[in-house]
């Protein structure tokens, strides 16, 4: 009898519960949701374009293979090589930088330098190791040398290769009578005899339209792993792009 009560109790519980979920569940049907229905509003936000042309960035014209003109004035652009100093004796790194105090003080017009950490461009190593595979006869050498060269490939793909690349940069205003374009060359050869001659540093003029879009590329977008100049030799009208999202963080050193 006792068990009987229990059992009953226990029923009449759950059906006073399935009442109380039913009638918490069923919708409003005061006046209120009648006449003023329930929205539900989202925040949406509006998606916004992330590509840019690099005319948004500033407006290159170029007047000459390897000269562009922007923001008023005519550029040239070299690169700079041979100047790793860690390897020098402190004597050596002394002397060269005195040097090259010395021509920089020599120097009476605008010059910068700007320094970035690029990716290794390890594709054209990987090349050259593939090809050497029809000089051999061994299948082994020739497997060898394909996974080596797949290797290389994947470094440049993971950015796991990463070298410090430095340029020079010469610019005129082109107030004087003569020609900016035949100014920036005169100055650009006078400087690479003196780096070389003085301090070792091999100063290399970039003139060409190919190189000059590379190395502006290389210096907004170090980790970009396609080249400009690939784009303009398929006939690409806008050789740089980039995401907006890319330039957030711009690691690049100006002296």
């Known amino acids: 009898m006792l068990i009987a009560v229990v059992v009953i109790f226990i029923i009449f519980v759950m059906i006073a519960a399935l009442v109380m979920l039913l009638f918490l569940n069923r ?22 374009p992330t590509g840019r042309h690099i005319d948004e960035l500033f407006e290159v014209e170029f007047v000459h293979p390897g000269i562009f003109y922007v923001d008023g004035k005519y550029m040239g652009l070299a690169r700079i090589g041979g100047t790793n100093f860690s390897v020098l004796s402190d004597g050596e790194q002394d002397t060269r930088e005195e040097a090259l105090i010395g021509i920089q003080n020599q120097i009476k017009y605008p010059v910068q330098y700007i320094t970035s950490t ?37 470094m440049k793909r993971n950015r796991q290769a990463m070298t410090q690349v430095s340029w020079l940069v010469i610019s005129d205003d082109g107030t004087e009578e003569d020609n900016p374009v035949e100014r920036i060359k005169e ?69």
């Open 187 to 255: 100055k650009m050869a006078l400087l690479h005899e003196s780096f070389r001659s003085r301090v070792g540093i091999i100063l290399t003029p970039l003139e060409l339209t190919e190189e000059v879009v590379d190395a502006i590329q290389q210096m907004i977008l170090p980790e970009k792993l396609s080249r400009p100049s690939d784009m303009i030799a398929l006939g690409g009208l806008a050789p740089v792009k980039f995401n907006i999202r890319e330039i957030e963080k711009i690691d690049i050193e100006v002296a």
């Open 118 to 154: 690029v990716v290794t461009d390890t594709d054209a190593i990987a090349r050259e190791i593939r090809s050497t595979n029809t000089n051999f006869n061994n299948e082994l050498q020739v497997r060898y040398n394909n996974l080596y060269a797949a290797e290389l490939e994947e």
């Open 27 to 48: 919708a409003p049907t005061g006046p209120e949701s009648k006449n003023n229905p329930v929205t539900i509003k989202t925040n949406k936000k509006q998606s916004i």
